[in-house]
Every structure is written in structure tokens, then in C-alpha cells.
């Protein structure tokens, strides 16, 4: 299966380390993803509004460049994007009204510019690209197998928890990856990695999400409650895939340090990072310079300075 | 000329509260072949069928059409009226205006004139109807009962003394069923083992009950007073007339794996006997588990039998037997508590399911009554209880209410306060639905005995230490509550059978949605199920409580005794009949039939119907390529003359578009497209 890779905005900004290390990751694996060319927002929030068409309508259009662009599906790392983009295709290909009304739209969206070149006529799009997120792609495509394989600098002896945030699993029904209740593919991945996983009960919680921009001390009291239980069971990182639950759970400790006298940091990382720390990636190329609470002297510890070469 | 008559009920407002029957009952009036237009508060009282017995004689009436409720309610009851009059009751038809009409319908003019089409169409149908005769058929006195639990064998019992002889089938080694595994009962706490054990001997030993354990059915034909069953005998391995039960074999057994009946909370070896009081006392080599039946891989359990019970080669054998009626008592199984991941089943070991804690409280059971964790045997000091742990939820689970779980929960509760005195034991509860005479008064006692109901549901269940932690909605307080447990119980819903779909597909009996086995009425006929012949007992209609399991399974007993205490039943006389003269033998029919009623008369080379198995489908009538195949009380006659009479349009019309003309022509496309004349109503 041909795959492109879609990084989404978030990835290129405040969260530029999940991009780099995935990119890097991905290259130690010996595969290839390539960002999809002149990909556009993926609409972000707009399946929550309450209308007939424009929440479909930024979807569709990067699903068709991805389809144009000759691949079958799309990558991406970020669970907002992720859970956007796989709605909208599934509500494309089982609904038959909605597929009629987006493409009616979009071909007449497209008539009706002025293009100094006329683009070739639309091609009707019925919902055929597969929407992945990363994760998914390395246990359904690559393998868990193979990635530990791949792993030759196994995190033996790093204590870590996954956390698994909101967006990545539900609505289940929809997005169809793991049981949301009890879900098992971060830790899966994890072990991979060499890491040892711990058991951790709230990795299915809230870390606040947007409450951080409207009522701050709301986000950073749940954010307070997942990291307290990781300190306490011992761990010595928490593992993200979302680059809100990283900014909830990562930025805002300085200010729990101040309001909760007895909390100690405990460091975040993002999936990517811990990979391609496992797949023996030079320290300062994770990104970890820009993390309020400094994994360096974490992360130091597991890495070792052998050379490298990538078994095919 | 024939005279007919037309009767038209109010059903008090049902009817004439939307339809105005003296309008609709003047628009019949002196049409030339009514003899009798009437309308009456209530057909179906006494005065009401005194009224039509009266008309019908007084007139000597060739037909009669009732305007009134749905056939499935008051045909028969009218019929029997007509017959008793001297009227052939099949001439006798009910044109329904309350289901179909007036209780669906708000404006009065248009439920009047679709009360008029309806009645014109019935009155169409009557005038082209012929008399015919009820269809006679001797009846098996012997009776089919699937399935063991306490359903099976009381219907069993109570068959048997009346005097008819009962196969009864079960599919597991022992008898018994769920109840078996149960250790006190609600709301008396009376012993489940002492109440069902001593109907197990009985039904084991009755001279009319000849059990067939750990079997299947194969394959079941025919029809209502005669089926014929294979059954499936698998085999044990064990001689059962041979076998003492002294254990010698098990003893020996090197294969160690967890007993079912114990919900695994205790082992077995592959020889094995389910629980002490298993009926019949025999034990049952698993060859899931056995190290093979190959004497040379290990042949222990032979050469520990003095007696030679033990038989390597015995093969399933199929044995026939021949019935009349059917009791359908195949039960339940618990949801699988792996479906609820918040609860945590898969990941902390002391989440348990009901059934589990049965065996815990169970005197008998593996831990002799006191109960004790699975993950370390130590005493609870702290249990929650789950209620509607996966029913009530149509979204995800189950959408039905299991029934017995609040009162079994209450039971657990309570039952728990009694033998851990200083425990506390919480029910997280939607609402606690006790239904049933002393069962409130018992849910009040698990509370003054020391329960907590905390009202609301429960979103996870997680190990923290030696605890597990609770968490959940306390919707009276208002918030979030969490308790720190040692156990926790999740009262899972009750489902049909596991791989009962596979026996109902071989019925031919028909379900619910969810997989119950579905009766005729839900009130008025609630132990018959949909296909004659087939009778329900127990949990595999819905969820149901002991005593209720037993009442129904008596219920069925009645009926089942009632049909076979006829020495011939009669059958509606609604069959398929061949003209033979226009039968060209092409034997599509006997392909089509889906009961096995059509058969090839190899002497006078056509396709005949068997009369008894023919359930009036009308499949080959219509399939018939030479027209040669009628269908008694629908005929082409009937159904088109009624169509035509409805819609008011031409009969060639109605011929065309029905595809009945005969001479395979197409209609043309302008004449589908013509517009006819029909009432559309608002």
C-alpha cells in the first residue's frame, strides 16, 4: 500500500519535535513517507458543527490531493487530525446523500474558479483513501515484530506509562483501532521499544484538553491528577501520541510545582521520541531541547553511542 | 343469487372513535347480493355473535365478512360461529379495520373511505371464496423436550405423568442446566440444589421419560401431531450402564483443566463427572482435553477401570425418534464480561460475573461456602456490585433489562453481610426493579442488613495496590464517587443459549432480535411458539426468574398434553392444490418448497402435495409455470378480485401488474405509467 504522510499544522509549530522524530523514526525503519504535496488544513474542529456540508468540506478536499497525488492512504500522527479525517471519509463512503452533496459542492467549487490553467474535471470522491493514524500503521503495516526487531538499542529498564488522551480512540465505532475501554495498542507498541510498560490505570483520563486556554487551573488540576498517579507508581516518563496532551501534561508542570507543593516533574515524551531513542537516534536530534521539563538526563541514560547500521 | 352478510364492529371507540361506521354502513346498504348489513357495539360479546348466529340462519347466508379487529384475535372465535350456523366457516372472513385502519389513522373521512377499500376487497375475497374442509392427520402421542435445566425436566415431569411418553435431550453430560450451579434462591433462600436435585432422580428414573444426555439434535421434519428427530448421541467414552461413578479413572488422569460447572474456579481432570449430584451419575471422557484416544499416548483411566467401562472406540450414533409436539427449553448463558472492557474483567482478576459468585456462595462449591477472592482465596472486606453491567445499554450491549438482576444482586449483597459481618458490600444500581410478590420486601431486607445501593453507573474499574479502585456517578448526591474494593460482581445479562441459533435455524421456529425464541402472542398465547407443533419453556423466551421458568415450563406441559391428547389434529385447510391434468412435471415446486410438502408421483408423472406437511406458503403456487399449482382460500380469483375491489381500477390492470395474467406477456411501459385511481390517505 502506497502511503503519504500528513503532519497536519500542529506538527509544523508548537509541536515540531513529534514531526521530526516521526520523520526520523520512519527513515531508521527503512521506510518511506512522503509529506502528500500542497496539503491544506484538515478541518480540524469543524465535525462538531451542526452543518450539511462544511464539515466535510477541508477533509475531502486533502483526501483528494492524497488521492491524486497516487497514493492509498494517509498517515498522521496527530489524533486531532487523525479523528477528523477518518469521520469524514467514513461518513463519505456509508453515506450516500453526503457523498452526493460534498462532491456536487466540490465540482462546483472548482467549475466556478478562474484558473489561469483549467485544472482537469473533477473526479468524484466516494470515501476510498485510508485514514491511519501512525500507530496503526506501525502495527497493521510494519509490525510490532519488526519494529522490535529494529530496536537495537532497547529501552531496558526505562520505567514508562502510556497515555493514550482523547481523540485517538473514540467514537470507537467510527474510528475503529482499539477497544476504548481497555485499550492495548500504545502499550504493545511500547514493549516494543524495550521499555518497561507499568500498568497504569489512568492512561484512559482526561489531561483537560482545551479547558487550558479557557479555565487553566481546571486542565492543570486533571493534568495534576494523571501525572501525581505516573510519579507515584514509580514511572519514569509518561508516553503521548497527542500534541495537546503533551502541552497539558509537559508545559504546564512548572505551574503545578507552585500550586501542588509536594509534586515532582516527571518527564513527557512523545511516541516518536522513545522510537527513535530505541532505534539508537542520537540524542540531540529527538527535539528534547524544547521540553519544560528536560527528559536529557532521562533519555541519556538509555542512549548509547554504538554505530550504527539498520538491519534491512 | 348468493346472499351475504356484512357485519361491522365499534369495538366501542376503537373503532368508531376514527371511523364513522353508520356512514360506512350506509354506503353498503342495498347492494344487490347483501343480504345483511350491520353494524354492533361489540361482534365478539355474546349478543354480538348471537346477532350474526341469527342473521346467518334467518337468511341462510352463502358468506359472511366481519368488519372488526386483526384475524390473529377474533377469526377463530367468528369461524366457530358460522360452522355452528351450518355456514362453512371458511366462507367466513374478516376485513380488519381497527389495526389497520382506525388505530393508525386520525382523520375520520380518509380512515372511512379506507375502511370502505378494506371492506370491499374482504367482501371481493368471500364471493370468490369456495368451502372447504379442515385437513385431518394423525397424531404422534410421544413428546420432544430440548434441553435440561429445570424448564426441560419440569415440563418433562409433568408430561410424563400425564401419561405420554417424553424424549428428553440435553446437551451437556448432566442435567441440571444453570439452576445447578446456583447456591440459594430468592426470595425464600431456599437450597437450589435440594429443590432440583431430587427432579433430577425423578425425571431420570420416570418410566415415560427416556433422557438423552450429553446430545444434540441432528435434523427434525414433518409437522405439528408428527415430526420425526435425529438425535446426535456424542460420545462419552465411557459405557454409561457399565460406569459406577467410583472415580478410579480420574484419579489416574493426568490432564488437569478448569471445571466449567465451577466456572473454572476449581479443576478437573478430562475424565471427569461435572459436580457430585450429576445426572446421570457417569463419567465423560473430554476429548478436547485427553491426551488422545490413542492407547499408546496414555491410556491411564482404561487400565484404572476394574469394570471396563472405559471404551476408546465408541463413535457418535445417530437414533430417530418419532413425536408430535416439541418443548423448546434450551435457556441461557450469561454476556461475556471480556465485552465490557471499563469493568476490567480481562486485566484484574477479581472481577467476577454472577455466576461465579453462585459457585463462591455455594456450600458445595470450591471454596465450601465462604467466600474467598480468586486472586489469593483471601475474605473480601469490601465488594461492589455492578448492575446492569451490559444490559439496558442498546448502544454498545444489550437493550434489554435482564430482569433477575436486581434480585439476585440484592441476594449476592445480602448473602455477603450475612457470612462477612464486617464487610461492606455496595450495589451500584440504574434503578432496582423488583417485581414479584415478597421480592420489594426482600430488596429492603438486603438494605437493613447492611447493603449500600449507591444509584449510578459505574465508568472503571482499576487495581491500585492489593485494592480495586471504583469509580463511578453517585447521581443522588450529585458526583463522582470511587470505592476501594477487594471484589467486585458485575451482574451481566442474561443471552440466549450459546449456539442456540443453530438449533432454531433446524426448528424452523422463529426469534426475536436479540435471539429469544419468539411466541405466538405475547399474552394471550405466550408458551406456543410461532411454527405449530413447537412449544417454549424458560429463559429461551427472555429472562426469567425460577419460578416464572417453572410456571411457563407447566404452561407448556398443559398445551403440550392438550395436542396430544387428540387422536388426530386437525390442520387449516390454507394448502397448496395441483390440478394434475395441467401438471407438465417440470418439478420446480419440489425445488421450491421450503417444508418438504411437494413430492414426485413417479406413476402419474406430477408434482402432488403433501397436505399435512404443507404450511401454505404459497411459494409454488406462484412459481408454477403452467398455472397447474392453486393455493386453497388465495386463489389467483380471490387475491385479484380483492386488489381489484380495493383500488376501484380494472381487474386487467391489477392482472398485469401482479404478473398473474398467465399468458407471459410484459405490460406495456405506458401502462404502468397510466394513473389510476387510488385513495392515497393523509
Known amino acids: ?312 | 343469487m348468493s346472499r351475504y352478510g356484512l357485519f361491522i364492529c365499534h369495538c366501542g371507540k376503537n373503532i368508531a372513535g376514527t371511523v364513522d361506521v353508520e356512514d360506512l354502513t350506509k354506503r353498503f346498504e342495498g347492494e344487490k347480493d347483501l343480504t345483511v348489513v350491520e353494524n354492533y357495539a361489540y361482534l365478539c360479546s355474546d349478543p354480538g355473535q348471537n346477532m350474526i348466529a341469527e342473521a346467518i340462519k334467518n337468511n341462510r347466508l352463502d358468506g359472511v365478512v366481519i368488519a372488526s379487529c386483526s384475524p390473529t384475535l377474533h377469526e377463530p372465535t367468528f369461524r366457530n360461529v358460522a360452522q355452528e350456523c351450518g355456514l362453512n366457516k371458511y366462507m367466513l372472513e374478516i376485513a380488519n379495520i381497527r389495526e389497520q385502519c382506525a388505530w393508525v389513522h386520525e382523520d375520520r373521512e380518509a380512515a372511512t373511505d379506507k375502511a370502505e377499500a378494506i371492506i370491499r376487497g374482504t367482501l371481493a375475497r368471500v364471493r370468490n371464496a369456495a368451502a372447504l374442509e379442515p385437513i385431518k392427520s394423525p397424531v404422534v402421542k410421544r413428546a420432544l423436550v430440548i434441553g435440561a435445566g429445570v424448564a426441560g425436566i419440569q415440563a418433562a415431569l409433568d408430561i410424563a405423568n400425564s401419561g405420554i411418553e417424553v424424549i428428553l435431550v440435553e446437551k451437556n453430560p448432566s442435567i441440571g442446566g444453570h439452576m445447578a450451579q446456583l447456591s440459594e434462591t430468592f426470595p425464600t433462600l431456599d437450597c437450589s440444589q435440594c429443590i432440583l436435585t431430587p427432579k433430577m432422580v425423578e425425571v431420570s428414573r420416570h418410566p415415560n421419560v427416556k433422557l438423552y444426555t450429553y446430545s444434540e439434535i441432528e435434523e427434525i421434519s414433518g409437522s405439528m401431531g408428527d415430526f420425526s428427530v435425529k438425535i446426535r448421541q456424542k460420545p462419552r467414552y465411557v459405557e454409561p450402564d457399565v460406569c459406577t461413578s467410583c472415580g478410579d479413572c480420574a484419579e489416574v488422569c493426568p490432564v488437569v483443566v478448569p471445571n466449567e460447572f465451577d466456572m473454572g474456579l476449581q479443576s478437573r481432570k478430562a475424565i471427569y463427572i461435572p459436580f457430585p449430584q450429576a445426572v446421570p451419575a457417569v463419567y465423560t471422557l473430554d476429548t478436547e482435553h485427553c491426551l488422545g484416544l490413542f492407547p499408546l499416548a496414555c491410556a491411564k483411566c482404561r487400565d484404572a477401570c476394574e469394570i471396563g467401562a472405559i471404551n476408546y472406540d465408541m463413535k457418535p450414533k445417530i437414533v430417530e425418534e418419532h413425536v408430535g409436539a416439541v418443548v423448546v427449553a434450551t435457556g441461557y448463558d450469561l454476556y461475556d464480561m471480556s465485552n465490557l472492557g471499563e469493568y476490567g474483567y480481562d486485566r484484574v482478576a477479581d472481577v467476577i460475573d454472577g455466576l461465579y459468585f453462585e459457585r463462591l456462595l455455594s456450600a458445595s462449591g470450591p471454596t465450601g461456602g465462604v467466600i474467598r477472592r480468586p486472586s489469593d482465596g483471601k475474605v473480601p472486606k469490601e465488594i461492589v456490585f455492578i448492575q446492569c453491567a451490559g444490559s439496558r445499554e442498546p448502544e454498545r450491549h444489550k437493550g434489554y433489562c435482564s430482569k433477575i438482576c436486581c434480585m439476585y444482586t440484592a441476594k449476592h449483597a445480602m448473602m455477603f453481610q450475612h457470612a462477612v459481618p464486617e464487610g461492606q458490600s455496595y450495589v451500584f444500581y440504574i434503578d432496582v426493579r423488583t417485581g414479584g410478590r415478597d421480592y420489594e420486601e426482600f430488596y429492603r431486607r438486603a438494605m437493613e442488613d447492611g447493603v449500600i445501593y449507591v444509584r449510578g453507573k459505574v465508568s472503571r474499574v482499576y487495581e491500585e495496590g492489593d485494592k480495586i479502585v471504583v469509580r463511578g456517578a453517585d447521581t443522588v448526591a450529585g458526583g463522582p464517587v470511587e470505592v476501594r474494593a477487594d471484589m467486585v460482581v458485575l451482574a451481566t445479562p442474561m443471552e440466549p443459549s450459546h449456539g442456540v441459533e443453530e438449533l432454531v435455524g433446524k426448528l424452523k421456529i422463529g426469534c426475536t432480535a436479540d435471539g429469544w425464541v419468539r411466541e405466538v402472542h405475547p399474552k394471550l398465547r405466550p408458551v406456543e411458539a410461532v411454527t405449530p407443533g413447537y412449544f417454549i419453556a424458560g429463559a429461551a423466551q427472555g429472562p426469567k426468574d425460577i419460578p416464572e421458568t417453572v410456571a411457563q415450563a407447566s404452561g407448556a406441559a398443559a398445551k403440550v398434553v392438550n395436542l396430544l391428547s387428540n387422536d388426530y389434529i386437525t390442520k387449516e385447510p390454507i394448502v397448496a392444490v395441483v390440478n394434475e391434468d395441467l401438471c407438465v412435471g417440470c418439478r420446480l415446486c419440489i425445488q421450491m418448497c421450503p417444508y418438504n410438502a411437494r413430492e414426485w408421483v413417479e406413476e402419474r408423472g406430477v408434482a402432488s402435495v403433501n397436505a399435512v406437511l404443507c404450511e401454505g406458503c404459497g411459494v409454488c403456487a406462484a412459481g408454477c409455470p403452467s398455472g397447474a399449482t392453486r393455493q386453497d382460500g388465495f386463489t389467483d380469483a380471490q387475491i385479484i378480485s380483492a386488489v381489484e375491489a380495493m383500488l376501484g381500477g380494472s381487474g386487467e390492470m391489477v392482472r398485469k401488474i401482479l404478473g398473474m395474467s398467465g399468458d407471459g406477456e410484459k405490460p406495456k411501459e405506458e401502462e404502468l405509467d397510466a394513473e389510476e385511481p387510488v385513495t392515497v390517505l393523509k
Open chain 1, 1 to 312: 500500500m502506497k502511503v503519504g504522510y500528513y503532519p497536519g499544522c500542529t506538527l509544523k509549530g508548537k509541536a515540531l519535535a513529534l514531526d521530526e522524530t516521526t520523520q526520523l523514526a520512519v527513515e531508521l525503519l527503512g521506510e518511506e513517507l512522503r509529506e502528500i504535496p500542497d496539503w491544506t488544513c484538515c478541518g480540524a474542529t469543524t465535525p462538531l458543527t451542526e452543518t450539511k456540508i462544511a464539515n466535510l468540506i477541508a477533509q475531502t478536499r486533502l483526501l483528494i490531493k492524497t488521492r491524486d497525488a497516487g497514493y492509498e492512504a494517509l498517515v498522521t500522527t496527530c489524533p486531532f487530525c487523525f479523528s477528523t479525517l477518518r469521520r469524514a471519509n467514513l461518513s463519505i463512503r456509508e453515506d450516500e446523500l453526503k457523498r452526493k452533496r460534498i462532491n456536487t459542492y466540490l465540482a462546483e467549487d472548482l467549475r466556478q474558479r478562474d484558473y489561469e490553467t483549467p485544472p482537469p474535471p473533477y473526479r468524484q470522491y466516494t470515501g476510498d483513501i485510508g485514514v491511519l493514524h501512525l500507530l496503526e500503521w506501525f502495527r497493521d503495516t510494519v509490525g510490532f515484530d519488526r519494529i522490535k526487531r529494529t530496536c537495537i538499542n532497547p529501552l531496558k529498564g526505562m520505567k514508562v506509562v502510556p497515555f493514550y488522551g482523547c481523540q485517538l480512540l473514540r467514537p470507537a465505532e467510527e474510528l475503529a483501532m482499539c477497544d476504548p475501554e481497555n485499550p492495548t495498542i500504545l502499550e504493545e507498541f511500547l514493549e516494543a521499544t524495550g521499555a518497561d510498560v507499568l500498568d497504569f490505570p489512568p492512561r484512559i483520563d482526561c489531561c483537560g484538553s482545551y479547558l487550558s486556554v479557557a479555565k487553566p487551573e481546571a486542565a492543570m488540576r486533571a493534568s495534576y491528577k494523571i501525572l501525581d498517579a505516573a510519579k507515584r507508581i514509580g514511572a519514569d516518563a509518561i508516553v503521548v501520541t497527542c500534541p495537546l496532551c503533551f502541552f497539558n501534561l509537559d508545559d504546564l508542570q512548572p505551574e503545578m510545582m507552585k500550586h501542588y507543593p509536594e509534586f515532582r516533574p516527571i518527564p513527557v515524551l512523545y511516541f516518536t521520541q522513545l522510537l527513535a531513542l530505541a532505534m539508537n537516534a542520537p540524542v540531540d536530534k529527538l527535539g528534547l531541547e524544547s521540553h519544560k521539563i528536560d527528559p536529557r538526563p532521562l533519555v541519556e541514560k538509555y542512549s548509547v553511542n554504538i554505530s550504527r547500521e539498520v538491519p534491512a
